[in-house]
């Protein structure tokens, strides 16, 4: 006897409700980025218009020429590139190689590090953002890119998610390789990272959009307007009063312009590298 594909009425009905929940949940966040999207290329006169709009009013790009140059946003742009690159390519290097000393076997005090670094996942940010705060005014680097790109420049959870990677990688590999007389340094640049390269677009990705959209640091330790960041940019062109008393009225196409902007870097990327989220929360899971 063939089995039945049928689905039975209360099947249907929990697929049906599944399905608008879901298309309730994406237009909570496409809706407001097709605005932004139709604002941003707007006149300046249409965007000033009330209402939600899905197509551009009167197509105009004076919103991306007056956001970048006459605003000047290019700076807060180059300041994000600086801090997203050095930050995530010396996060990414520091995490791979803690990653591989925690899979030696072997290793005195394993357990007692990873345990150490599983604590340190369990620590707010918020509750050390004080102490950090003052480890950095005491090292000089307030009002300077150094401090943003030290924040976070190593993390607990890129350290096991490597390491996580590591242990997919057979550890008689390395061992023959030592045999034949190669040492950690080779093993682990010419072994571990191309065998781990999904963990690491996973570590860099994860990393990429935290440095690219981080806020709090930056609020934190910057008051010099020359070191502001995009987020912090933006704030000061969406939120702040004073902003908008200056020689001219700051339009909505300019302040969505900036957003789309902001945005463009990770819309870009993410196409690319999406496959390694779901890979990367999937080995995060399912190893110990």
Known sequence: MKPTNKISLPGRVFDAVNILFLLLLVS????????SLALAFSSN???????????????????????????KLYLPFTNNVIVTVVGTVGHVFLSSMAGYVLIQKGLPGKKWMLSAILLTMMIPSEAIMIPL???????????????????????????????????????????????????????????YLPLASAGLATVTLFEFVSRWNQFTPALLYINDSSKYTLQIALKSFIVDTDSTSSNFLITTNV??????????????????????FVKGMFVGANKE
């Open 28 to 35: 909570t966040m496409v809706i407001p980025f097709l605005n």
């Open 133 to 191: 705060y003052i480890v950095n005014q005491d090292l000089g680097l307030l009002n300077t890119l150094s401090s943003l790109i030290l924040s976070g420049f190593v993390s607990g959870f890129s350290v096991m998610l490597m390491r996580n990677f590591f242990l997919s990688v057979p550890y008689e590999m390395s061992e023959s390789a030592r045999i034949d007389g190669a040492g950690d340094l080779r093993i682990f640049f010419t072994m």
């Open 45 to 71: 006169f249409a965007s000033m218009q009330p209402g939600i709009v899905l197509w551009p009013k009167e197509f105009s790009l004076e919103g991306f020429s007056t956001v970048w140059n006459r605003m």
């Open 255 to 276: 302040r969505m312009a900036g957003i789309v902007i902001a945005l463009l870097p990770l819309i870009i990327i993410y196409p690319y590298v999406q496959k390694y």
